[in-house]
């Protein structure tokens, strides 16, 4: 192999720090103000920011929480299903979309993955419902939207709830088959987001939301974020103390101005990945879905053999090209989640993906030099 040029600049996988040093003052000033107010729970940045997203989301409910995973647990809370209802969610996610439904005594019910976009696959889905089923979780991974339209007409069928954990989507739209568009996360019952700071839209510290465009459903849940209360020191509801900080808030209200140009530019990038790869044989871009628009949390490429990834991935480190491996252990093959009784072969997309997905960088500061230096080392790689 032919020894590479050094990187135009040292290459990171995510880039806070320049990304909110361009922003410092306006960061800045939302500390400062926070502090003068000393406001620092339930503050009127919350409500502010919740408003503010609300609208960019184009009109929904926003509940705040304290980070994703709680507003996972305060969604299925909120649907007040009975134990052992079974929750349906995909087995190639995050570990919380699992976590929240077996710390509420529901019963996780997996099932497989599309290969192509790396989401719940529907038909799955629907072979998998019982009567026992309470709400289907559906996750839209990496940043672009599972199949919205088919997993509404499966959740109105059966009469349970859809959850949408947007968590890597914000800001992604999915177009329904009668032309109507709807923002990520707006379009089941609930809708669930994290503000983890390496997300599209980061806090300085963690954070989530809910989204609903039932009011009195958005008035429950943000009941049960506030220790169930209904007014102070009435409480209605067994709940949780999860609410998201004054100081998060204030912050994210500034990060939520930038979010735009943010998805855009890791969009710019996404795309000349896409034409400089599409043609190496062995290595697969990320599957569009043509309904969707992908908001590239992350830019995930597939090889067939893990050896094959493994080998590449160390060959990216030795060029100074940093990557990530989301996820290598579906969630069934967790230890926490034996319990469950899933055995290895039963996902084997989601087996398959964990051995072969590669995530390259695309944070939104990435320079040109930078994104021509990684395919110039992944061609050299594959001998382009
Ligand atoms: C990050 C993430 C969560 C959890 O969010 P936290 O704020 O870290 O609790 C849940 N689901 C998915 C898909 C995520 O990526």
């Known amino acids: 192999m032919s020894i590479l040029p050094a990187p135009p600049a040292p290459i990171h996988f995510l880039d806070l720090r320049a990304e909110h040093t361009l922003i410092q003052e306006e960061l800045d000033a939302a500390v400062r103000a926070t502090l003068a107010e000393a406001a620092f729970i339930q503050g009127p940045a919350v409500g502010q920011f919740a408003e503010e997203l609300g609208s960019y989301l184009g009109g929904t409910h926003v509940v705040p929480c304290a980070n994703g995973t709680d507003a996972l647990t305060l969604a299925l809370m909120s649907l007040q299903l009975p134990p052992g209802a079974e929750v349906i969610l995909p087995a190639f996610t995050y570990v919380a979309t699992l976590e929240a439904a077996a710390l ?35 996750v839209h991974l990496f940043g672009q939207c599972a199949d919205l339209e088919a997993l509404l007409a499966v ?15 914000i800001g992604a739209t999915f177009q329904f088959s009668s032309g109507e568009t709807a923002f990520a996360g707006t379009v089941g ?56 900080d004054t100081l998060q808030a204030a912050l994210l209200r500034v990060k939520l101005q930038h979010l735009p140009a943010a998805t855009a530019a890791r969009q710019a990038v996404a795309a000349r990945y896409d034409a400089a790869l599409a043609s190496i044989p062995n290595l697969f871009i990320p599957g569009r879905d043509a309904r969707s628009s992908h908001v590239f949390h992350q830019y995930t490429v597939t090889l067939t053999e893990a050896d094959q990834r493994d080998e590449l991935r160390h060959f990216l480190q030795r060029c100074g090209v940093p990557t990530m491996v989301y996820y290598y252990l579906p969630v069934h093959a967790q230890p926490a989640y034996a319990y469950l009784g899933y055995q290895a072969g039963q996902f084997p997309v989601a087996e398959q993906l964990g051995g072969g997905v590669l995530s390259l960088p695309i944070h939104p500061l990435l320079t040109v030099a930078q994104q021509d230096y990684i395919i110039e080392c992944l061609c050299t790689y594959f001998g382009r």
């Open 155 to 169: 959740a109105a069928q059966h009469s349970v709830a859809l959850i949408e954990d947007n968590a890597q989507a």
């Open 104 to 138: 509420l005594g529901l019963r996780p019910v997996l099932v497989d993955v599309r290969p192509d976009t790396f989401n719940i696959e529907v038909a799955a889905v629907e072979a998998a419902i019982t009567p026992r089923t309470g709400a289907i979780i559906a």
């Open 189 to 244: 019952e609930i809708g669930t987001t994290s503000f983890f700071p390496s997300k599209n839209l980061g806090a300085m510290g963690d954070g989530g939301a809910l989204f609903t465009r039932d009011p009195a459903r958005a008035t429950l849940l943000r009941q049960l974020a506030n220790h169930g209360q209904s007014q102070k020191y009435h409480h209605q509801h067994i709940g949780l103390n999860s609410r998201l």
